[in-house]
């Protein structure tokens, strides 16, 4: 008796263990496709999945990834893609790819990715790049920082804060793999500042310890 109860609490924990510990779902079959149309569809894993037997080179595919992305922008970065939507076979396998370019001095932004680690390798420039933890019990956030040159690697953990910087006089490019097919991007200053509908100005003031001002005029940036 007491063994059948030892081996039932073992298996909650275990279950309990593999929930809390998963991003993206393991994959069912050798891959799954995603389709937008659900009468080829026969399996479901994040999106509706193609017929294997309807499958083609063309669905684990893309190019483009030599061409910089347009950097005349405020910020002066851009960000290039490659997850489910572009490369469908990625449908249930849990990876991503991004490529950043960086005008001289521009910046990707603070942000945040909900759903996915990101690990990122500069090929041109240097950035200066760090993340910020979660609140600590003693309500403070520890910065890492740290400045990256032409094959240097570093690693934003999933859902932290965090940031790149081009320092240089010249454009910088890197890469990125992230840990989910569709690891979404929350940007910091877009969406406190600029939300649709606004957060009630008196709110940011608040938090902010700021005049109404400030938060009026952050809020007409975005």
């Given amino acids: ?4 109860h030892f081996l039932s609490v073992l298996s909650v924990l275990a279950l309990a263990t593999s929930i809390a510990s ?8 050798d891959f799954c496709v995603a389709t937008n149309d ?6 479901v894993n994040g999106k509706f999945c193609k017929d294997p037997k309807l499958a083609t080179a063309e669905d684990f595919f893309t190019s483009g990834l030599n061409i910089p992305g347009n950097t005349d922008n405020k910020v002066g970065s ?14 249930t396998l849990g990876i991503s790819l991004v ?9 990707n932004p603070p942000h945040t990715h909900p759903r996915g680690t990101e690990i990122l390798v500069v090929v041109e420039g240097t950035l200066h790049v760090g993340f910020v933890t979660s609140n600590q019990p003693d309500g403070s956030n520890k910065l890492f920082t740290k400045v990256l040159n032409k094959g240097d690697v570093f690693v934003f ?6 940031f ?15 840990s989910s097919q569709n690891f979404g991007v929350i940007t910091i200053a877009n969406a406190v500042f600029g939300s649709t509908p606004p957060i009630n100005a008196d709110v ?3 938090a902010f310890q700021v005049d109404k001002n400030v938060i009026d005029y952050l809020q007409r940036q975005f």
Avoid: C, E, W
């Avoid at 008796?1 to 059948?4: C, G, P, R, V």
């Avoid at 998963?22 to 079959?29: C, G, I």
């Avoid at 953990?157 to 965090?162: D, N, S, V």
């Fill in 157 to 162: 953990p999933i859902g932290l804060i965090h």
């Fill in 164 to 178: 790149q910087f081009n320092t240089g006089h010249t454009p910088a490019v890197a890469f990125a793999g992230l």
């Fill in 22 to 29: 998963a991003y993206d779902p393991s994959p069912l079959q």
């Fill in 78 to 91: 851009n960000v290039t893609a490659v997850n489910v939507d572009r490369i469908p076979g990625l449908n």
């Fill in 99 to 107: 490529r950043i370019d960086y005008a001289p001095y521009g910046i």
């Fill in 204 to 206: 940011l003031t608040k």
């Fill in 38 to 43: 659900p009468k080829n569809a026969l399996f």
């Fill in 1 to 4: 008796m007491k063994a059948a």
